[in-house]
């Protein structure tokens, strides 16, 4: 087993570090981290403006870290789900979403998930890791389409709040100078609600913002997601309007209709009633169904309804197209449970 230790996902003051434990002049930091994060090399042994005795000593303690999806399933619509090998014989899984004016990748930031959301096939997997920085880059860099992603969103496997110092240090290198360059602008991180982590995300990254919503009524949203005991959507959306988020940053809301649950004009009133005020956008999900739920997706057409009635009291809505089901590709779909890598 190679228990080298991965310069992908270090920052340059990491990088620093790893250069003076080796006795290597300085500048060798920054041409590391040149050729991780934008010259995009797979191995250390590409890195070839470093002498030959530099690579070797990195190499012995080091590996860049990039790792290639293990398998690759293609949907009908062209939505494309990478698994990728991930530490302790784990996978996680990405969706790469190609659309006429935009190519995004969903990536995921945990192994599993603990918040227990009852909709939700992560959810039923539990938890099983976090991922390091150089784990969520990973996905961003090891896909075939790695060149035309315009957008990246953090909707895959895990809570991004749950694992806040990681996910920010990836933001961090996707939008440095120093690092990829990505505008913040064309990344949303989406999040159940979990406040002292949300609170630092909102001042510490420029990243969008995307809230679980799913019901605006307390009772019914505990029954679908538990963290609501903790955290009621109320306090969630009351610390959203303590900041000013500029004119540049979006927040939004997810919401994922189940049939005769969330879809009835009361819930109209409630979410208007919620974010009455707040400078925001919601987008309807179809709800694809996962083994032993009772829960049902609504109707096309019911959902396009509940849009209409949410743009006439002034909330800017909109029905997201499901993209990548036939391959459980779709929201909330995502499961690596049942597979476990042999050891190397
Ligand atoms: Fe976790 Fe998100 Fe699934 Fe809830 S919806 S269980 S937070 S991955």
């Known amino acids: 087993m190679d228990n080298r230790e991965a310069l992908l996902g270090k ?12 006795d290597l002049p300085g500048f060798t930091a920054s041409q590391i981290s040149n ?4 010259k995009k090399v797979a191995g250390i042994e590409e890195m070839t403006n470093l002498s030959k005795k530099a690579r070797a000593m990195l190499q012995d303690k080091y590996v860049v870290g990039r790792t290639t999806p293990s ?3 293609t949907s009908v619509d062209g939505t494309k789900k990478y698994l990728f090998p991930a530490h302790r014989n784990l996978f996680i899984e990405s969706a790469y979403i190609p659309e006429e004016n935009r190519k995004t990748l969903c990536v995921s930031s945990q192994v599993g998930c603990k918040m227990g959301c009852l909709f939700c096939m992560t959810g039923k997997q539990g938890f099983q890791a976090q991922l390091s920085a150089g784990e969520i880059i990973n996905q961003v860099l090891s896909i075939e389409e790695s060149d035309q992603l315009s957008n990246l969103v ?14 920010l240090k990836s933001l961090q290198i996707l939008t440095s100078e120093w690092g990829m360059g990505w505008s913040p602008r064309r990344i949303n991180v989406s999040t159940i609600g979990v406040i002292p982590a949300m ?5 510490e990254s420029e990243a969008h913002l995307a809230i679980s919503l799913h019901s605006p009524f307390d009772e019914e949203r505990r029954r679908l997601m538990p963290i609501q005991q903790v955290y009621s959507i109320e306090n969630v959306v009351e610390t959203l309007r303590e900041y000013d988020f500029g004119r540049q940053r979006r927040i939004s809301f997810e919401y994922i209709m189940f049939d005769g649950l969330n879809d009835t004009p009361n ?3 409630g979410i208007t009633k919620l974010l009455n005020g707040l400078r925001c956008r919601i987008n309807l999900i179809k709800f694809h169904s996962i083994p032993d739920s009772p829960l049902k997706g609504t109707s096309p057409e019911r959902m396009q309804w509940f849009a209409d009635q949410l743009n006439k009291k002034g909330i800017v809505t909109t029905v997201r197209r499901s993209r990548g089901e036939d391959i459980y590709a779709a929201c909330g779909l995502l499961s690596t449970k049942t597979l476990v890598k042999k050891e190397d």
């Open 35 to 38: 050729w991780l994060y934008q």
């Open 11 to 22: 920052t340059p003051e990491e990088l620093r570090q790893v250069v003076e434990e080796l």
């Open 154 to 167: 953090y909707m895959g496997m895990g809570e991004p709040m749950d694992n806040l110092d990681q996910v």
């Open 71 to 73: 398998r690759v399933q």
């Open 199 to 203: 609170r630092r995300f909102i001042e």
């Open 267 to 269: 819930h109209v009133k």
